[in-house]
């Protein structure tokens, strides 16, 4: 690598490779990012004319398709391993981008968690602000009533408050209950639903192709 | 959801062969390292030197990182005289059970199919003989 050029076009091309692995986990974006600089350094280290570092790059394919062949199989791998909703809602969002499945499963879980969270934060508002805090059964004059479970900052609404500091318990096992179903919703999904391809191939007609798949 | 992993009918033959190609290449990275350690690159002249396989480099890294996320091969990175380290791979016992299994799969498969093109065999004879 003497060529000031050539050694610029490689590691134009590794810079953006690393800038579309940065989903995955620092430690295995670097160890790609490493194994494909020797891989190319080893292809054109007998006289590294710029053809033969562009054919190489080429062969290689664009830094945004080389780095979706690893990154969907990276992520959703992860996704079934991982204990944290955060990671694993991540890997939905980029299995939503893929499929219809995917879609659908993203859906079901953002709303899992959406509840599940306004549920447990109800219960600490509960634990703050108990006399603002209920579930409320309002009767109005036509004589029909509706219920609501609502934290209101100031007067309490008017009616009748039902559950008192049952909220508190209540809310915080459904909430966190439905929590941890929702993520365990989106893990047995992945291992139900989605079918790594033998050959992820973002070039080339996809035949073996599944429901859920691309 | 119903799980079909159903095949699609290549529109043509040519479509066909590079999905049997791509489809055989995990048995063939597998095989390639059964007798011992390769980095990527050797691992990739390999095949090209003893198959007819053509292969698309960028596709068989990630296709090891998969074979390694799925414990099949290890992978570590060994110093050179030619200033960089390489990322060997070596088999493990799960993957050489893997090949074992895949090999034996495919030369069954492969008999079937060769005594049942057998018909055919006569008809490409006939044409070029």
């Known amino acids: 690598m003497t060529d000031p050029e050539t050694q610029k076009t490689i590691d134009t091309y590794l810079t953006a490779l690393r800038k579309q ?19 190319i350094l080893d292809k054109t280290s007998s006289g590294s004319s710029p053809e033969k ?18 990154r ?36 079901v879980s953002v709303f899992g968690y959406a509840v599940g969270g306004a549920l447990v934060i109800f219960a600490a508002l ?13 009767v109005y004059p036509d004589g ?10 100031g007067t309490p609404p008017n009616g009748q408050e039902l559950l008192g500091w049952w909220v508190l318990p209540i809310g915080l096992f459904f909430g966190v209950g439905l929590l941890f179903f929702t993520f365990r919703f989106g893990t047995w999904s992945i291992r139900k639903f989605w079918r790594p391809r033998t050959w992820p191939q973002p070039d080339g007609p996809t035949n073996l192709s599944c429901v859920g798949g691309v | 959801m119903k799980d079909t992993t159903a095949v699609a009918v290549p529109e043509s033959a040519e479509k066909w062969e590079i999905q049997l190609r791509k489809g055989s290449l995990e048995l063939a990275i597998l095989a390639s390292l059964w007798d011992g350690t390769l980095y990527g690159l050797e691992i990739l002249r390999h095949l090209e030197d003893s198959s007819d396989l053509v292969v698309v480099e960028g596709t068989v890294y ?32 799960a993957g050489r059970q893997r090949a074992r299994e895949m090999a034996r ?25």
């Open chain 1, 21 to 39: 692995l940065r989903e995955l986990m620092e430690e295995d974006a670097t160890d790609i990012v490493e194994e494909i600089r020797a891989h």
């Open chain 1, 53 to 70: 570092v562009s054919a190489t790059l080429a062969a290689l394919g664009t830094p945004e398709e080389l780095a979706s062949r690893y």
């Open chain 1, 72 to 107: 969907t199989e990276e992520l959703l791998r992860r996704a079934q391993l991982t204990r944290s909703p955060l990671v694993s809602l991540r890997s939905l969002l980029h299995w939503a981008t893929l499929s219809f499945t995917g879609i659908v499963v993203f859906i």
């Open chain 1, 126 to 138: 509960k634990a703050a602000f108990p006399r603002a805090t209920g579930l409320w059964k309002t």
């Open chain 1, 144 to 153: 029909s009533w509706g219920l609501s479970l609502s934290f209101s900052n």
């Open chain 2, 62 to 93: 990630p296709l090891l990182s998969r074979l390694r996320s799925l414990g099949l091969v290890t992978s570590e990175w060994v110093e050179s005289d030619s200033g960089h380290p390489r990322k060997y791979y070596r088999l493990t016992a």
């Open chain 2, 105 to 129: 799969v495919w030369a069954q498969f492969s008999a079937s199919m060769t005594s049942l093109l057998a018909p055919l065999k006569k008809e490409l004879r006939k044409e070029n003989p």
